[in-house]
């Protein structure tokens, strides 16, 4: 049974991992997607655009919030919950310890990140700046878990975390529309439908590339923390490993029948995303779970 401060940051960290894969997830929304549905989306363009610039501002304020959080979480982790209630503790781990080093520069890129995307919201020619910043948030990530110190596991962490945010965050972002999009262009809402479809079917090369990235960034490193095949079934950090692993299959599996079916919803303009997408958000969200848990247990 794991103990109080497990969970708490482990928790903490998952939804610092998920409020980043929003924004990278926005970005990839303004950049890889809106250019290709342009002219189907029409004068809904720049509804589309404020709505997946809210939906970063969102992340990112959240990312700050979490930031601290996290502060917090690894005192109660390190100290036990008297330790928690010191300033002194939280001092010591923030300000004179190893981990409290990294956590700074992650405070840091936290901050210039909500910054930026605060102003995109506001002036559209920063979204270069707010997605310079999301990159940059990503790339403190590694400071804090296991690939610190080793630059290629550091890189190859990056690109899994962009990877998920281009794949998973883009799937929330545009689901999310329907709520980050209110009293924008007049009858944005009924059309809202099929624009969601339209994105949906121009979504799968972003989609194929950003999984094959992911793969590709996951395979190797868990190779290297695993050690051996039988550590996957016999010890716990293999067990989780493999129920990551199940739960993106699923996730794969939901994206390949939703592609099917948003192919086949071509030119119905009243056509709704399928309840399938909403699964497949669902299992990304557990992935983001599972996956904060597996990076706060030691590998074999």
């Not at 709505?51 to 502060?71: F, H, I, P, Q």
């Not at 990140?113 to 270069?128: I, Y």
């Not at 545009?174 to 121009?202: C, H, K, P, W, Y």
Request: charged content about 10%; overall charge positive.
């Amino acid at each position: 049974m794991p103990d109080l401060s497990f969970v708490v940051e482990a928790g903490v960290k998952a939804f610092l991992y998920a409020s980043i894969l929003l924004v990278v997830g926005a970005s990839a929304v303004r950049w890889l997607l809106l250019p290709r549905i342009r002219i189907e989306a029409g004068s809904d363009a720049q509804t589309i655009e404020r709505s997946a610039a809210r939906v970063a501002l969102v992340g990112a304020a959240l990312t700050v919030g979490l930031c601290a959080l996290r502060l917090w979480a690894h005192t109660l982790s390190a100290f036990g919950l008297d330790g928690a209630r010191s300033w002194t503790s939280i001092r010591l781990v923030a300000v004179e310890s190893r981990w409290g080093h990294g956590w700074q520069q992650q405070l840091l890129a936290s901050t210039v990140l909500l910054v930026a995307t605060g102003t995109s919201a506001v002036v559209r020619a920063s979204w270069p700046l707010a997605t310079a910043a999301a990159i940059y948030c990503v790339s403190t990530l590694p400071l804090l878990g296991h690939a610190n110190g080793h630059a290629a596991r550091m890189g190859l962490d990056v690109l899994h975390v962009l990877g998920a945010g281009c794949w998973l965050g883009t799937l929330a972002v545009v689901m999310a529309m329907r709520f980050s999009s209110t009293n924008d262009a007049a009858g944005f809402a009924e059309r809202l439908g099929a624009i969601q479809t339209a994105m949906l079917r121009r979504f799968s090369p972003v989609a194929l590339s950003s999984a094959a990235a992911i793969v590709m960034s996951g395979l190797v490193p868990a190779w290297i923390y695993v050690g051996s095949p039988t550590n996957l079934y016999s010890t716990r950090y293999g067990r989780i490993l493999l129920v990551k692993l199940g739960l993106v299959g699923l996730v794969g599996a939901c994206g390949f029948v939703n592609w099917r079916r948003v192919r086949r919803a071509a030119g119905r303009t009243n056509q709704r995303p399928a309840a399938l997408v909403t699964i497949e958000v669902g299992l990304a969200i557990a992935v983001v779970v599972v996956t904060a848990f597996l990076t706060e247990i030691g590998h074999p």
